[in-house]
């Protein structure tokens, strides 16, 4: 009801804004054209700072812009509107961000997900740390960052194009710039949770730097920037395991992972541009960028095993049992308590390390009506992430460690799902031991499992090569320059996961249980590997012990046993590469001219790509009689397409009112994910005489990659209408429509397993059988409205000086399901990933005498969101509505010994919003809590 009440205020907002700005329009029609040039003098001479700066800058940029498209800027050197990228794009029509480990991390564009946008730095394509094409905008400090463009119509010259859109982040060009300047940031952070886990941090710092200079009689340009963040983050977690159904028809817990999660965030980045423009019609720059990060992640807590640890027990481990005496209300039991639990404990830790690079080149060079570009540039990632699981407990599965009783209590959608309560210590050391509590490996190894370790890596990069050559017309109508060239880049992503099994070195040479098949001891915890404990309280279930399973390791506690030679909980240890060589040739024509007494400008043009795909993987085989079979494999594919374009602006007679067409052949590349050649596949040596038929009998099976995989294609059409009254206000309105030609989703296809090779393929009368891969399918629609506005309340009330407000509202419609995006069978009903319906963002600002306020609300509805599960797979879950609230006081010395000094001081997610999903379309069963409390910084800033 809370985010209900606050979607409908930011659409009352709009609407009166909307309303404010009619009464005041005609006054302001009749005097423009008389005035406007006596207005426009008089605003130069104006020095506008701070926020109404960025915002000034930013309409100027969505004004001038021939296409379609949203913008920000930043308030001055360092200084963006927000503390990240993603988050100001969220503040932006049409577009959502999702907050992974408490930052906005990827962005939603008209209701598509991350999967649909491109994003470029200074017009280049990035490169992702990613399994897929959507970069992670936390890697790009927003410090470094002058301005953002998101293109939501697609022009012929600009090869590097989304679905939804096209992010460009853009960086300062010194030369442009036009003046010396040193600037230095400091702030400190602190999150409002606390210690979480008692070997973290709760407290933070982010420091920045930038020189921005010209030499040589300005024909040398120079700017150097440089960004150091240390950010923790305190997660309070739970993931319910589901909700199985009794034989008395009413739904129940299943089970529960409660985690206390702590992280630091380690971020430095590098930017540096050399401008040189020696002549008037020569001009060249070189531009660089670099961010190292490292993420270390503390995950402790319980995993309980309720209504489906019940019959499950293993020897003489007696079976959960769901007490009489529970409360139900409709057909889901709220309350209740289970006996026989034997907890899992889990004191695991993880850390990332990426390094992202970028380097470009662009020499221009005009000669008479000709111009001549030639563009270059390297973008590289490259990721380890480390994911090491430690399992504690009572006692081995089947031995007779201690149970518990659980009892539990529903507290709502919007709070953190169930509150529990607890006999057992799982904080006492004599109590808990290193052990596998439940046979988690199944008996499919001759040794407990008492922990995982993988270490996925990827590889990415990309070369790119541009030339163009334009051509300006001054005597012929509509015509005002053609532009032709051609574009070329080469990327290749590589994937690889080793992966282990965590056990005691002791069970090595152990003895084998009679009871479970596996040599399962428990051992003591080292009280040199301990290091305090993780707060469970705010769930119910006191402290848990914490330790550090790496020193485990490094000291012959624990031992690791590749997955390689065993299946059971493992992926296969996958290693893929995917190639794309794509080579864009196009001509652009660009029009300015007058229909009567209104003035046209855009651009027509069209594109031929030729795109060159393949990927090179295993086909292993998943059967644990068949361990460590490979069998290498390269596939792909080769294809063109033709992509129209057109981009028209038509300024009326009154040059603040503006229409915008934009009509386009779209396209988005699948998932590099997706495209990999790897084939996890099994033969069921029972099928082995199957002699035709219905394949489904067939002894082949698996699910893999699809090489083959084509682009999403949509036929897209946009119409907007702005209307600028000031420089700090405008109002826009705009509409679209994409009929999508193809999707993507998993299917089960027929398959020839010829030269896929098997322990025990005896007897088989076929090499046929069936396949999950992701396909092309049918494709569906989508189409949206969206509305923008600032306005300065001075134009309303002139006591209101210093005073303003903006704001966005979104609203989406699709038939666009989950199964679009390789998930399910293509039947789900799930939406799209990152399908919001409404999307509302408003900002009221002050800013005055130095002084300067703001809040700043963003509001999505439900959305399906997607995260990284195990193995590093995807995973998708319905997420309740969200609303942020952000707010920010600061003050600019603007004079005296002090000018150039401001400080600030911001509130992040000031209302202490979760991240809530649920189950099944049902919103009274909750799946995953994360609470991140509010982030509150302090610092100040220095420009000379």
Same mark, same amino acid.
């Given at each position: 009801? #809370? ?20 009464? $005041? ?26 926020? #109404? ?14 296409? *379609? ?21 969220? #503040? ?195 531009? /660089? /960028?670099? !961010? ?70 662009? &020499? ?21 992430? !480390? ?62 499992? +008492? &922990?995982?370790? +993988?270490?996925? #890596? ?15 017309? $001054? ?8 532009? *032709?060239?051609?574009? @070329?880049?080469? =990327? ?40 305090? !404990? ?8 006191? +402290? ?13 506690? @624990? ?41 046209? !400008?855009?651009? %027509? ?56 067409? &934009? ?61 600028? /009254? ?44 069936? %396949?999950? %891969? ?27 000086? &210093? ?56 509001? =999505? ?42 400080? %600030? ?22 799946? =995953? ?5 509010? =982030? ?9």
């Amino acid at each position: 009801m #809370r985010n209900t009440k606050i979607s409908l205020a930011a659409r009352l907002a709009l609407g009166v804004s909307a309303a404010v700005l009619m009464m $005041h329009g005609s006054a302001l029609a009749q005097n423009a054209p008389a005035d406007a040039a006596a207005a426009n003098d008089d605003m130069q001479e104006i020095v506008v700072s701070g926020f #109404r700066h960025s915002l000034e800058t930013a309409i100027e940029a969505k004004r001038d812009a021939s296409q *379609i498209v949203e913008a920000i800027s930043a308030e001055d050197i360092g200084k963006l509107p927000d503390n990240s990228i993603a988050e100001s794009l969220a #503040r932006l029509p049409g577009l959502a961000a999702q907050r992974v480990d408490g930052r906005a991390q990827v962005i939603s564009l008209r209701g598509l997900g991350p999967d649909f946008t491109l994003t470029t730095l200074n017009g280049r394509e990035q490169v992702s740390t990613g399994n897929n094409r959507s970069v992670e905008y936390d890697l790009y400090p927003s410090e470094i960052i002058s301005s953002a463009v998101v293109y939501k119509t697609p022009q012929a010259g600009f090869t590097a194009q989304g679905l939804a859109g096209t992010v460009d982040l853009q960086t300062v060009r010194p030369l442009d710039y036009g003046k010396q300047v040193l600037s230095a940031s400091a702030r400190y952070e602190q999150t409002s949770i606390g210690k979480l886990n008692s070997d973290s941090e709760d407290k933070g710092y982010r420091a920045s730097a930038t020189y921005i200079d010209q030499f040589a009689h300005d024909t040398l340009g120079v700017s150097l920037s440089i960004a150091h963040l240390n950010s923790p983050t305190q997660q309070e977690t739970s993931r319910v395991w589901g909700y199985p159904q009794l034989s008395n028809g009413s739904y129940v817990i299943g089970g529960d992972e409660v985690r206390a999660n702590s992280e630091e965030f380690n971020r430095t980045g590098i930017m540096s541009t050399v401008q040189y423009k020696p002549t008037d019609n020569f001009t060249t720059s070189l531009d /660089f /960028f670099y !961010t190292h990060y490292q993420d270390y992640q503390w995950q402790r807590g319980v995993e309980m095993p309720l209504q489906w640890g019940n019959g499950s027990a293993i020897g003489a481990q007696p079976p959960v049992a769901l007490l009489p005496g529970y409360t139900t209300v409709g057909n889901m039991i709220t309350s209740g308590a289970f006996s026989g639990v034997k907890a899992v404990g889990r004191s695991d830790e993880g850390s990332t390390q990426s390094d992202l690079y970028s380097i470009g080149w662009n &020499g221009r060079y005009t000669k008479g009506d000709w111009t001549g570009t030639l563009d270059a540039g390297y973008s590289l990632a490259d990721r380890t992430t !480390t994911r090491f699981e430690s399992y504690f407990g009572t006692g081995s599965s089947g031995s007779s460690g201690a149970t518990d009783t659980i009892g539990f209590t529903n507290v709502g959608t919007n709070e953190a799902g169930y509150q529990y309560t607890h006999n057992l210590n799982y904080a006492d050391p004599n109590l808990i031991k290193l052990t596998d509590p439940n046979n988690w490996n199944g008996g499919t190894t001759p040794y407990a499992q +008492n &922990g995982y370790l +993988n270490k996925p #890596r990827v590889h990415d990069d990309l070369y790119s090569l541009k030339g163009d050559l334009k051509k300006d017309f $001054h005597e012929v109508a509509f015509l005002k320059d053609v532009d *032709i060239g051609v574009n @070329y880049t080469e =990327r290749n992503k590589e994937y690889y996961q080793p992966e282990w099994y965590v056990t005691l070195t002791s069970n090595l040479t152990a003895p084998v249980d009679p009871l479970t098949g596996v040599r399962g001891a428990s051992a003591a915890i080292p009280s040199w590997a301990m290091v305090g !404990t993780a707060d469970l309280s705010w769930i119910g279930l006191g +402290n848990t012990v914490a330790y550090n399973p790496v020193e485990l390791l490094s000291r012959g506690v @624990y031992s690791l046993v590749p997955c390689g030679q065993y299946r059971a909980n493992c992926t296969g240890d996958s290693h893929y590469t995917v190639d794309e060589k794509v080579t864009t040739a196009f001509v652009k024509a660009d029009v300015d001219g007058n229909l009567g007494s209104v003035k046209v !400008t855009g651009n %027509v043009g069209l594109q031929l790509v030729h795109t060159d795909q393949s990927s090179t993987g295993i086909a292993v085989s998943t059967a644990n009689s068949a361990a460590g079979v490979y069998a290498p494999r390269t596939q792909g594919i080769a294809y063109n397409d033709l992509l129209p374009s057109l981009n028209l602006s038509f300024v009326l007679p009154n040059p603040d009112h503006q229409i915008r067409l &934009g009509a386009a052949r779209e396209m988005m590349r699948a998932r590099m994910d997706q495209m990999q050649a790897n084939l996890a596949y099994s033969f069921d040596s029972s099928k082995a005489g199957y002699t035709g038929g219905n394949l489904n009998n067939s002894p082949w099976s698996g699910n893999g990659g699809n090489p083959y995989l084509k682009p999403w294609y949509a036929d897209a059409v946009d119409l907007s209408y702005e209307y600028y /009254f000031n420089r700090a206000g405008y109002l826009s309105l705009a509409a679209f429509y994409k009929h999508l030609e193809n999707n993507i989703y998993n299917k089960s296809t027929v398959t020839d397993f010829t030269g896929v090779t098997s322990n025990s393929t005896a007897g088989s009368s076929t090499n046929l059988g069936y %396949v999950t %891969v992701p396909v092309n399918g049918t494709g569906g629609m989508i189409e949206g409205v969206e509305a923008a506005f600032a306005v300065p309340l001075d134009m309303v009330w002139s006591k209101l000086e &210093g005073f303003g407000i903006n704001g966005a509202a979104g609203w989406t419609e699709t038939d666009l399901q989950a199964g679009s995006q390789g998930v399910g069978s293509g039947n789900s009903s799930l939406p799209v990933a990152g399908y919001s319906k409404w999307t509302e963002q408003g900002t009221l600002y002050y800013e005055n005498h130095g002084f300067g306020a703001r809040v700043s609300v963003t509001h =999505r509805s439900g959305y399906l969101s997607e995260q990284t599960g195990f193995g590093q797979g995807r995973e998708f879950d319905l997420a309740v509505p969200e609303t942020l609230v952000d707010a920010q006081v600061s003050y600019d010395f603007g004079e005296g010994a002090l000018k150039g000094l401001s400080i %600030v001081l911001q509130a992040q997610n000031l209302t202490d919003e979760p991240v809530i999903t649920y189950y099944n379309g049902d919103t009274t069963q909750n799946w =995953r809590y994360e609470k991140y409390g509010v =982030r509150y910084l302090l610092g100040a800033s220095y420009k000379y």
